[in-house]
């Protein structure tokens, strides 16, 4: 079946820091791979996507690779700045008659200033 | 164009109690998902509706979770009865019929907690 699994956190680094979350993954068949943001209060905002090997998804100073050869797809961000604390899941699909996502356990990150 | 929203937003309980979770999608969106987030791990599926039917609901974790949607628009959730394990964050989201099964939207969240 399909998973994935996310680095633990929490998180913390200080405005500006360059910030990894990294992702792995396990599924049948061919996933996209999808990187969700929840903001306090909030709920689960789609924050980028790649669809096939090797795109970059990117979104809000933020990029993460599909790379089929690690199963991987890390989420980075050069310059974190405090309005981007939240929590971050990252997520997989599978094409098929299933068409729930499947999540990793989610990441804390609080920047502070 | 109002997004998904829930109700409500924090609901705490005892044990053995019901509890019924509301979810309204996003107009015309026909496909309605029901996850949760329980103690802080990752998120999982419960069921999909497609309308008023059932597509799937592997992901409901036993006979005390019904989910309905009548009428094919907004739909409840509801625990009866409660137990501790049951505490956690239930999310709901939709999409429109022919969309990729990733474009989901999703509500805030009903934080449940059982004591």
């Known amino acids: 079946g399909n998973s994935v699994t996310q680095m633990e956190g929490p998180v913390t680094l200080s405005e500006e820091a360059f910030l990894t979350i990294n992702c792995t993954y396990t599924a049948t068949g061919y996933p996209s791979l999808f990187w969700y943001v929840q903001y306090p209060g909030e709920g689960l905002q789609l924050l980028l996507k790649a669809t096939k090997a090797d795109d970059k998804g990117s979104n809000k100073g933020f990029e993460a690779t599909y790379r089929k050869e690690t199963t991987s797809f890390h989420l980075e961000k050069g310059s974190v700045q405090v309005s981007d604390s939240a929590v971050y899941f990252c997520a997989l699909w599978t094409p098929g008659s299933a068409r729930q996502l499947t999540f990793g356990s989610g990441t804390q990150l609080t920047v502070l200033p | 164009e109002a997004g998904v929203t829930q109700f409500p937003s924090h609901s705490v309980i005892e044990k053995g109690q019901t509890v019924t979770l509301r979810c309204d999608p996003i107009?015309?969106?026909?496909?309605l998902y029901w996850y949760r987030r329980v103690m802080g791990k990752e998120i999982k599926f419960l069921l999909h509706f497609v309308k008023e039917s059932k597509q799937d609901e592997s992901g409901m974790p036993n006979n005390r979770f019904l989910a309905e949607r009548t009428g094919g628009t907004y739909s409840t959730l509801k625990v009866q009865p409660a137990e501790l394990e049951d505490s956690g964050v239930y999310f709901c989201?939709?999409?429109?019929?022919?969309?990729?099964?990733?474009?989901?939207?999703f509500g805030p969240g009903t934080r449940l907690t059982v004591t």
């Open positions: 107009s015309g969106h026909d496909n």
């Open positions: 989201a939709s999409s429109h019929d022919g969309g990729r099964g990733y474009e989901q939207y």
